[in-house]
């Protein structure tokens, strides 16, 4: 990047040092945000955004972890160019249950989500600009918006309370008055999303940290975390008997470390469920795994929307692995035959075997569906439903082996 561009896009403010960043405020109020982040630079070109993207690394935290500069690129140069058309959009749906990131962000820190969403509009030029956001956080959202005049242009929408709600296609259905559930793209939304102009949409934490990198700039961003995973993330942790709580951690932390830091014994885990619901548990031998892409590769799992949730181990993970399967098969957009077939059917078979059906072919009944319904579906929901179950399968081996001998004592609860 040239030094002109570093001027434009990264004033002399004080950076927050550690790894307090989007959450370095001590209010939620705009005088504050101010005083703490300095005020928010004047809008950089695309080109200049995408190169400070680019070498801050910086990948996408609503779950699937798509650098963030790749979705900027992957808006069509003629549209960029045009600066009249593109459609933002700040996702902040939050279906996953176990989540509660987003939320936090935008009750304490919701000036860099605004901040975010006009750094992107400007470097695009955009048409529209939305966020879009659960009924809990409208009240504290609204109140932000009302504090400043650069925000009025941003329409503020309620996401839908289902699981797949924030399913960028869900998302873009939902502001454009249909129902918010995915649908089968075969263009993708850069290139023709809301009102088929192009759409870019990320997830509010991946905003905020857009309005740091564009205040402090890529290598003040990379400062903290690992190589493979710059930069800070929030967390959601809990465990039984813990409530969940929203953490800042740097990138790559090792997942025993911020368990620890919440207050949960370890040593009383059977495992760790690393994603949320379409995520995969991480056994207890193995808590001392940082949390990132490389390390988690080898268990099938990733960071994905920053959740952690311990399973005590006296709960039986079987009869969990149930219940979570069953809620994430009521939860399909019923409109195609992977969802709306497979899942129950999975789901029933994995409740069989939590309940004492002790068939000997249940498991691989449970990993027969699982094959039929990954890769068939118009989104990820089935994928990653399949990937939950089989994890489940996998790392408590022992306990299917329990419930098929009817040997199982754990609390089934």
């Known amino acids: ?101 987003d939320a936090t962000l935008l009750l304490l820190s919701p000036h860099l989500v605004i901040d975010g969403l006009l750094t992107v509009a400007g470097a695009l030029g955009a048409h529209s600009v ?90 003040w961003f990379r400062s903290v975390g690992t190589k493979g995973d710059p930069g800070t993330r929030l967390v959601t942790v809990g465990s039984d008997g813990h409530p969940s709580r929203v953490l800042e951690v740097a990138g790559g932390s090792r997942i025993g470390d911020v368990l620890r830091f919440t207050g ?7 495992a760790v469920l690393v994603g949320g619901y379409h995520g995969a548990w991480l056994p207890a031998y193995a808590l001392e795994a940082r949390l990132d892409r490389a390390d988690l590769a080898g268990f099938g799992a990733n960071p994905g929307a920053g959740i952690l949730m311990g399973l005590g181990e006296r709960r039986c993970p079987i009869t969990v692995a149930a219940a979570v399967a069953s809620y994430l098969a009521g939860e399909t957009a019923g409109q195609c035959g992977p969802c709306v077939n497979g899942l129950p059917a999975m789901a029933a078979v994995l409740g069989r075997l939590a309940t004492g059906d002790r068939d000997t072919g249940l498991p691989g009944e449970v990993r027969r569906l699982a094959a039929i319904v990954t890769g068939r579906g118009s989104c990820n929901h089935p994928d990653g439903t399949a990937r939950f179950v089989l994890s489940t399968l996998t790392v408590f081996a022992d306990d299917v082996t329990a419930h098929l001998n009817g040997r199982c004592r754990k609390d089934h609860r």
């Open 1 to 101: 990047m040239s030094s002109a561009a570093d001027a434009r896009l990264f004033p002399a403010v004080q950076a927050p040092v550690g790894t307090a960043r989007l959450m370095a405020a001590r209010a939620a109020d705009y005088a504050t945000h101010q005083s703490t982040f300095g005020p928010l630079p004047a809008h950089a070109d695309s080109a200049a955004l995408l190169a400070a993207l680019r070498d801050s690394g910086l990948e996408g935290r609503g779950g699937a972890g798509f650098p963030a500069w790749r979705k900027l690129a992957a808006v069509p140069a003629r549209e960029r160019a045009r600066r009249r058309r593109v459609v933002v959009i700040g996702n902040a749906a939050e279906g996953e249950p176990l989540s509660q990131k």
């Open 130 to 219: 939305y966020l879009y956001a659960q009924a809990s956080v409208l009240e504290s959202a609204t109140r932000a918006f009302a504090e400043r005049a650069d925000a009025s242009a941003i329409e503020l929408r309620e996401a839908a309370d289902t699981f797949i709600s924030g399913e960028a296609s869900a998302v873009v259905n939902a502001l454009a008055g249909k129902a918010p559930i995915p649908h089968d793209r075969t263009v993708r939304l850069t290139e023709s999303g809301l009102g088929g102009r192009p759409t870019l949409l990320h997830n509010v934490e991946t905003l905020a940290h857009i309005a740091l990198i564009a205040r402090f700039g890529a290598a």
């Open 264 to 270: 949960v014994d370890i040593g009383s885990l059977s």
